[in-house]
């Protein structure tokens, strides 16, 4: 099986309760945030993502929010879903063609 | 669109051999770039390029070279593979000169003995 995500933070939840998967940013410059799910053996893949003059962002059962206070970005999942279950990365940006620093990750494990 | 392809999609190599790793997009993206994820270490940026002709290093250059001769395609070679650079390979596209994110290949799982 896929030996990425060892020694990852794990977050266990509930099938239908809501998830919150926290990243702390590095560089009080970035201005552009993604999150990326990445299930075992597949590529991540986009699921949201925000820019610096917003605070919240809403997609299909997926709210990020962003703190630049603290430099915190989380990930809400409502009625989190055994198919939710993965590795969650989040990204940051400083803008153009500056490439994205990725955050270690953080794997979800939805208990059915 | 099939968006990023990669080929192969698993590799077994020898100390010294050397390989390419293929990568193409049919995104018209001119930005592109290749990261290696191992156990622990999350993505790691190798080698990026943000147009023909273009290509610049990531964290963890040594080892690899690349080539950006088409809009499409983005190689990576690796001279004389090590056990070091057992991994799992991704290649990723998005538009360039403003904020967008990146679209990932399935990867190519590479392992060096």
């Known amino acids: 099986g896929e030996s990425v995500g060892l020694h990852l933070p794990t977050l266990s939840v509930q099938e239908g309760d809501n998830s919150i998967i926290n990243c702390a940013y590095s560089?009080?410059?970035?201005?552009?945030f993604i999150w990326y799910k990445q299930e075992s053996g597949k590529g991540p893949q986009f699921i949201i993502d925000?820019?610096?003059?917003?605070d919240k962002r809403q997609g299909q059962r997926v709210t990020v929010l962003l703190n630049k206070t603290v430099k915190h970005l989380s990930l809400q999942i409502a009625a989190t879903q055994p198919g939710d279950s993965a590795v969650y990365f989040c990204?940051?940006?400083?803008?153009?063609?500056?490439?994205?620093?990725f955050g270690k990750g953080t794997r979800l494990s939805v208990i059915a | 669109n099939a968006g990023v392809t990669q080929t192969p999609k698993f590799q077994v190599l020898k100390t010294g051999q050397s390989m390419t790793l293929q990568c193409a997009q049919d995104?018209?993206?001119?930005?592109m770039s290749w990261y290696r994820q191992d156990p622990g270490m999350g993505l790691r940026l190798i080698h990026y390029?943000?147009?023909?002709?273009?290509?610049d290093q990531g964290e963890v250059p040594n080892g690899y070279n690349v080539s950006r001769s088409t809009t499409e395609d983005f190689p990576l070679r690796l001279l004389s593979a090590a056990p070091s650079q057992t991994s799992v390979y991704f290649c990723?596209?998005?538009?360039?000169?403003?904020?967008?994110?990146?679209?990932f290949g399935n990867g190519t799982r590479l392992t060096v003995t």
């Open positions: 990723a596209s998005r538009r360039s000169g403003y904020n967008s994110p990146l679209h």
């Open positions: 560089n009080s410059a970035s201005d552009y």
């Open positions: 925000i820019r610096s003059n917003m």
């Open positions: 990204a940051e940006n400083i803008g153009g063609n500056t490439p994205l620093v």
């Open positions: 995104m018209n993206h001119e930005y």
């Open positions: 390029s943000v147009g023909a002709g273009i290509t």
